[in-house]
């Protein structure tokens, strides 16, 4: 769909700009920032509005406050967008009586929706690790702790003169990638049999004999996320009224989605110079660490947010320094004299990420303001 549509007024000799509905937007930020990988716990996604309001303007913050909505208000922006979920845990009741309820309530008010992209854009390589990878200067990044259980494998069997057709199908629905390749399969050649009973309208073979039809067995790696698609696809492209399929959990990770990133500087750096550069990026005036039990940073691993759990995978791929934020006192002690682990701030660790988020905003839709809130402020000041 073209999203900015322009229809002449035919009446008036004037052109129209058509306004695009939340809903479109919606739809356009899902397939980019992808809400499937969001962690369990979390509440990604549209989360107050009306989908059917027409879009003046989208606001982004890392946090939905008092002084964002106000912004909102005073820009005309109906749309709020944030790395931080203004409903996150269970909401048993909207009053004004606490934050998150006043909150709601004058979205609601004042019609302007709320969106929120977060561990779902933690978790997605290019996302909050990658852009905060990119702001330091990392190379040859990769995800830290790749995602398991989401490949899976699809196996189905074709007639041989049907056999690309069925790939090109399954290819066109996201299937047979893996990495930086596609159009990925494997075919090996057999022998099926069946015997069609009365009713069926088979595409080889008569009803009630028992046919042997040459056969290509095809398998495909998909991200499970497109199994309903993928499935869609290949019954209508299968020439079988009953065509026989198997879609298989692997053990394989996918490694493009996941928690953190690993990445290494250009050229090996002194220790207190890496952390000079790191106060200077994020604004910072002071750093926590443990420990600088190394002289020398080359390999180094992030996790914007809260990121203690992934210690253990910084120490595992050979890190040197491990940034995050959030760390505890005996945080610091997993450190263990393997490895540098540095407190740079929750919302140091994350701001990047509003950039990030309006630009991918910005790049598709031209037709209404995408502006980065200048009242968003992180929580925690430094005297």
């Known amino acids: 769909m073209e999203l900015l549509r322009l229809r ?35 509440n990604a996604g549209f989360l107050v509005g009306d989908l059917e309001r027409e879009v003046t303007g989208v606001l982004v913050a890392l946090d939905v406050t008092e002084s964002v909505v106000d912004e909102a208000v005073e820009t005309g922006a109906n749309l709020i967008v944030s790395h931080h979920p203004l409903i996150f845990g269970g909401m048993k009741r909207i009053t004004t009586g606490d934050e998150a309820g006043r909150l709601v309530t004058r979205l609601i008010e004042n019609g302007i929706g709320a969106y929120a992209a977060h561990t779902n854009l933690d978790n997605l390589d290019w996302g909050v690790n990658g852009v905060l990878c990119r702001q330091l200067g990392l190379e040859h990044c990769k995800v830290l702790k790749p995602a398991s259980g989401a490949l899976r494998k699809l196996v189905t069997y074709v007639p041989h003169d049907k056999a690309d057709a069925v790939r090109e199908a399954l290819f066109a629905a996201g299937a047979g990638s893996i990495g930086a390749y596609d159009c990925c399969s494997y075919n090996s050649v057999g022998t099926g049999t069946f015997r069609a009973g009365e009713g069926c309208n088979p595409y080889c073979g008569s009803i009630g004999e028992l046919h042997r039809e040459g056969e290509t067995r095809i398998e495909v790696v998909y991200e499970s996320r497109i199994e309903g698609r993928l499935i869609a696809r290949l019954l209508k492209a299968h020439p079988y009224e009953e065509p026989a399929y198997d879609c298989i959990p692997l053990a394989n990770k996918l490694m493009s989605v996941g928690a953190g990133m690993v990445g290494e500087l250009g050229e090996e750096m002194p220790m207190y110079d890496f952390l000079e550069m790191v ?22 691993a992030v996790c ?80």
């Open 304 to 383: 914007g947010g809260s990121g203690s759990f992934l210690t253990g995978d910084a120490k595992g791929c050979g890190a040197d320094v491990y940034l995050t934020g959030d760390l505890k006192y005996h945080d610091f002690q997993a450190a263990g004299g393997d490895i540098v682990l540095v407190d740079i701030g929750h919302y140091e660790s994350e701001r990047f990420a509003k950039e990030l988020i309006c630009s991918v905003i910005s790049e598709k839709f031209s037709n209404f303001a995408c502006r980065i809130s200048e009242h968003d402020r992180g929580y925690i000041y430094y005297i």
């Open 8 to 42: 002449r007024d035919i009446t008036r000799g004037a052109t129209k700009t058509i306004l695009m509905k939340t809903r479109e937007v919606v739809e356009y930020l899902n397939s980019k920032f992808l809400p499937v990988y969001q962690e369990s716990y979390d």
């Open 279 to 300: 106060k200077q990026v994020t604004g910072l005036k002071v750093l926590r660490c443990s420990e600088l039990c190394l002289n020398k940073v080359k390999r180094v």
